[in-house]
């Protein structure tokens, strides 16, 4: 399991450099959208994913990992905005986003670990399609959650979504990064 740490904090590198990349273009722009569109947003990445995996080329040149990279942001950017609530107007700085960027991956890495140990890494017999698959079924899921406002009977919330989505994202960028390294 030290190598899944490892990897993970090596995906998540890149993901928040991307994040902060985006944020020096845009600022903390996201923070207007209802968590409903973040949603939508991963939605559409994940669409695209299983699109590019089917049909096996991108008419506009971009491969899948950018995808799962802006999965996982998204996701933070979605527990963020349910934890905060969102806003009319940018109501905060590069730097507190920053921090809550880092205290959520922080949380779902946490969760990973736990699962992790109960599942013995169940997820590196999986295929990268199955990853892509399970984040679209949670999506649907969500979508029915924010339809009730949120009440469950007796499923987890969206927040929890969230979290095994960006998981499963940073699974599929590990495998990816260990194919890379093998060829």
């Known amino acids: 399991m030290a190598d899944t740490s490892k990897q993970y904090d090596q995906v998540i590198s890149r993901c928040r450099k991307m994040f902060v990349f985006k944020m020096k273009d845009?600022?903390?722009?996201?923070?207007?959208?209802?968590?409903?569109?973040?949603?939508?947003?991963?939605?559409?990445?994940?669409?695209?994913?299983?699109?590019?995996?089917?049909?096996?080329?991108s008419k506009v040149g971009e491969d899948i990992w950018p995808e799962f990279e802006a999965i996982v942001n998204y996701g933070i950017m979605g527990l963020i905005q349910l934890d905060r609530g969102f806003s009319d107007h940018i109501d905060m700085t590069t730097e507190e986003a920053l921090t809550l960027y880092d205290h959520y991956i922080s949380a779902t890495k946490h969760l990973m670990e736990d699962k992790n140990t109960d599942y013995g890494e169940a997820w590196?017999?999986?295929?990268?399609s199955s990853f892509t698959d399970i984040i679209l079924t949670k999506l649907q899921r969500v979508k029915e959650i924010e339809k009730h406002e949120g009440k469950?009977?007796?499923?987890?919330?969206?927040?929890?979504?969230?979290?095994?989505?960006?998981?499963?994202?940073?699974f599929a960028l590990i495998k990816h990064d260990e194919e890379q390294k093998q060829h």
Do not use: C, F, H
């Not at 919330?157 to 989505?165: A, L």
């Open 26 to 57: 845009y600022g903390p722009s996201w923070r207007i959208l209802r968590p409903q569109s973040v949603t939508d947003q991963m939605l559409i990445k994940a669409k695209r994913i299983r699109t590019l995996e089917i049909n096996g080329e």
């Open 124 to 128: 590196r017999d999986m295929r990268v």
């Open 152 to 170: 469950t009977l007796v499923s987890e919330g969206v927040d929890s979504n969230y979290q095994d989505m960006i998981n499963y994202a940073i």
